[in-house]
């Protein structure tokens, strides 16, 4: 007679089939079910994450836009403008104690920045100083560099380079001007100086906006000349605050003058 199994014998010799059998058994040895990961609350930005991911277009805009005038420039050449009448001539040579002689630039550096016109004008005064101007005047972004690559090719070295301005009698605001220590790597012989950029839309300290507006002035058709406006006086004894205040009087006159005799220059 067959032996008739009960129904909780039957299930305990049951096969277990497939892997959630035998992830059933498993669970069942090693005391019960794992306990199930909490589910992750879905990420809600903050303002000021929201705020910067607004920012980033505007952003990549302005970079772009950057880049692009860097390029436009520096590298892109630019057509010649209206050069317009000479009037760096009318320079004065007399300059209160200071009296002038012209000379010319070297022609390597005519040949580099090509302006339309040139002034460069040795000084001296009653008690000796020294002192040079230097006017470059171009319609094109060309006839201006980096000042500082000018002074070395001429053999001066930067001891100091700092933004200042400068208070000229009669104008209603101050002169943005680089003021610089410099050194001759040859003679050895110190200076100081100061320099400025004049465009249509303003004076400016540093050559790359002086550039821009330039760049700026061409596009929008404005037919107007730039200038590079470079004082120098060399040193008499060593006292560089000395020195920089003889600089001081020495720019003074010849911006006053200039205001007389070309006031394009400043305006």
């Not at 794992?34 to 929201?50: K, Q, R």
């Amino acid at each position: 007679m067959e032996k008739i199994e009960r129904p909780d014998e039957i299930e305990a010799e049951a096969p277990v089939n497939g892997a959630l059998g035998e992830a059933k058994a498993e669970w069942e040895q090693e005391g019960g079910a794992p306990e199930a990961e909490p589910i992750a609350e879905p990420v809600t930005l903050t303002g000021s994450t929201a705020m910067q991911n607004r920012m980033k277009l505007p952003m990549a805009v302005l970079l772009v836009f950057a880049i692009g005038m860097a390029v436009a420039v520096n590298v892109i050449k630019q057509p010649e403008g209206a050069k317009g009448e000479p009037t760096l001539h009318k320079l004065s040579l007399n300059l209160g104690d200071w009296g002038g002689q012209k000379y010319e630039m070297d022609k390597a550096s005519l040949d580099e920045l090509k302006p339309d016109e040139y002034a460069a004008i040795q000084y001296r005064d009653n008690d000796g100083n020294s002192g040079d101007l230097t006017i470059i005047a171009g319609s094109h972004t060309g006839a201006f560099h980096n000042p500082e690559v000018c002074f070395r090719a001429q053999q001066w070295e930067f001891t100091e380079n700092a933004a200042s301005s400068l208070a000229v009698p009669g104008m209603d605001r101050e002169i943005p001007i680089k003021r610089v220590g410099l050194n001759h790597r040859i003679t050895g012989q110190k200076a100081v100086g100061l320099y400025f950029y004049k465009t249509p839309y303003g004076l400016f300290a540093d050559t790359t906006p002086a550039r821009i507006w330039l760049f700026f002035a061409r596009v929008l058709g404005v037919q107007q000349k730039s200038y590079f406006v470079r004082v120098l006086v060399l040193s008499s004894g060593g006292n560089k605050e000395k020195d920089f205040e003889t600089l001081e009087q020495f720019a003074i006159e010849v911006l006053e003058s200039t205001r007389e005799t070309n006031p394009e220059l400043l305006n």
